[in-house]
């Protein structure tokens, strides 16, 4: 197909040149978004009496066709078009006439290529945010049916003091909302509109840029039409935001990794959600989990790439930004899967209810609590912090938890303890008496406050 740009050329452009140059290859992707912007353009031209009222529907008529045609399979984008935005206009003009070559009135496939980005990356950020959404009916679910599952919570990898499973996958869903809210602080900071400022300077023919925003959802059209062809900080601030998203995720799948092996056994995951070994018979694999773990470094690298590519580019638009592309689709579409298996994989997996609870209590995570009963009793919590270390030591030696420990030990270190001293060190008592905000003890109004920021999500 012939080029948009060939009148200014007496030769033919290098065939490896051509090759190098075009991005039919993957902004194919903008497809549907180049089809959308192409129709609002075009209605504007017409409210304008830039195009006739005639030519504006013959070319809604054709752009309606192949877009049918793409999707039926009738009509096959064609790779040896330069870009999506010369196959569009090409097939177009091929098929309605002269009316084809006005569709490019008024724009510049600097600022048409600006759109759609815009538009794909907006939906993509709705796309997301529906995914996490599901995630976090997903932890929410684990939450509520978990409030008196007991487990360990950890510093350092070290059993520090006990908690329930449902306030430590609280802890993801605080993580997850985050995410989501950042979700919808991007798109409204990305909603403007950047057709209309033409290659970079508008153009001479009377927009109306504002309709055109409108007609495509956007709040408003773009203040400065430099700046409108020759940013991509919207997608920079999405690759953040996917990063963070991959972080949290892999923070999570750590922990499922740890908790699915032999020494914790604390989760079992589903036979759909894990893998075996080609030589080892017993082995159930967390690879899925390890798989979102890895993956988390190849979002990252695209974030750090377009950085890399944006932070030297004198305004307005270079060649340079043709690179945006490649590495934010791999990046949208790893997070994306990353979300939605962790969703089933979390929604499939069994927690040892049992195990977690014989976790907790065989590794001193009471110690904090029973010198709390010493200070409730007098005693400064320096020295109780002393006494209570003394006897850990004691029950190393035993090899026995605190609980177990004979009264006659306790009483070796202080004539303060008394037989209540093992209701206060309890599971139950240790998680029930921490009753500040966002405490495991506070879980009924920690899952109100979960509950009401879904249904507000969802509304």
Same mark, same amino acid.
């Given at each position: 197909m012939a080029k948009l740009w060939g009148g200014r050329f007496t030769k033919e452009?290098?065939?490896?040149? %051509?090759?190098?140059?075009?991005?039919?290859?993957?902004?194919?992707?903008?497809?549907?978004?180049?089809?959308?912007?192409?129709?609002?353009?075009?209605?504007?031209?017409?409210?304008?009496?830039?195009?006739?009222?005639?030519?504006?529907?013959?070319?809604?008529?054709?752009?309606?066709?192949?877009?049918?045609?793409?999707?039926?399979?009738?009509?096959?984008?064609?790779?040896?078009?330069?870009?999506?935005?010369s196959f569009v206009e090409a097939v177009l003009t091929e098929r309605i006439g002269?009316?084809?070559k006005k569709l490019h009135t008024g724009r510049?496939?600097?600022?048409?290529?600006?759109?759609?980005?815009?538009? !794909?990356?907006?939906?993509?950020?709705?796309?997301?945010?529906?995914?996490?959404?599901e995630l976090l009916e997903t932890v929410f679910h684990i939450m509520e049916d978990n409030v008196r599952t007991y487990m360990p919570g950890f510093t350092h990898l070290q059993k520090a003091q006990p908690v329930t499973l449902a306030h430590h996958m609280g802890a993801y869903f605080e993580m997850f909302k985050r995410d989501w809210e950042r979700m919808l602080s991007i798109r409204s900071r990305m909603n403007v509109c950047p057709l209309g400022s033409g290659a970079l300077a508008g153009t001479t023919y009377p927009l109306d840029r504002e309709y055109t925003a409108k007609l495509l959802g956007f709040d408003r059209a773009c203040d400065n039409s430099m700046d409108g062809v020759?940013?991509?900080? %919207?997608?920079?601030?999405?690759l953040s935001a996917l990063s963070t998203v991959m972080m949290h995720l892999s923070r999570l799948s750590e922990e499922i990794i740890i908790w699915n092996s032999n020494e914790y056994r604390f989760l079992e995951l589903d036979?759909? !959600?894990?893998?075996?070994?080609?030589?080892?018979?017993?082995?159930?694999?967390?690879?899925?989990?390890?798989?979102?773990?890895?993956?988390?470094?190849?979002? %990252?690298?695209?974030? %750090?790439?377009?950085?890399?590519?944006?932070k030297g580019i004198p305004l307005a638009y270079n060649k340079d930004m043709q690179e945006d592309k490649e590495m934010t689709f791999d990046a949208i579409d790893t997070t994306k899967g990353c979300i939605h298996l962790m969703s089933g994989m979390l929604a499939t997996?069994?927690?040892n209810e049992n195990r977690m609870a014989e976790s907790a209590r065989g590794g001193f995570t009471n110690a904090t609590d029973a010198a709390d009963y010493l200070v409730r009793k007098g005693v400064p919590f320096r020295d109780a912090h002393s006494i209570i270390g003394r006897l850990v030591l004691t029950c190393i030696e035993k090899d026995i938890p605190m609980d177990e420990l004979p009264l006659e030990d306790w009483k070796k270190e202080s004539d303060v303890f008394e037989e209540d001293i093992y209701e206060a060190i309890s599971l139950e008592t240790c998680v029930r008496k921490r009753m500040t905000k966002g405490a495991p003890g506070a879980m009924s109004e920690e899952?109100?406050?979960c509950r009401a920021f879904l249904d507000k999500a969802r509304a």
């Open positions: 452009t290098d065939r490896l040149v %051509y090759s190098f140059n075009q991005s039919i290859g993957f902004d194919r992707r903008f497809f549907k978004q180049d089809v959308r912007g192409s129709r609002a353009h075009v209605k504007m031209l017409a409210k304008r009496r830039i195009l006739t009222e005639e030519e504006r529907d013959q070319i809604l008529d054709g752009l309606k066709g192949i877009e049918r045609d793409v999707d039926s399979g009738a009509l096959v984008i064609d790779d040896t078009c330069e870009d999506i935005h002269e009316a084809g510049s496939r600097n600022d048409q290529v600006a759109l759609d980005m815009r538009l !794909y990356i907006r939906d993509e950020v709705d796309e997301t945010a529906e995914l996490l959404l020759s940013d991509r900080d %919207y997608v920079i601030e999405f036979d759909t !959600y894990a893998t075996g070994s080609s030589i080892m018979p017993q082995k159930k694999n967390p690879d899925i989990a390890e798989l979102i773990r890895g993956k988390t470094g190849r979002v %990252y690298g695209a974030l %750090y790439a377009l950085l890399t590519v944006m997996g069994r927690f899952l109100a406050a």
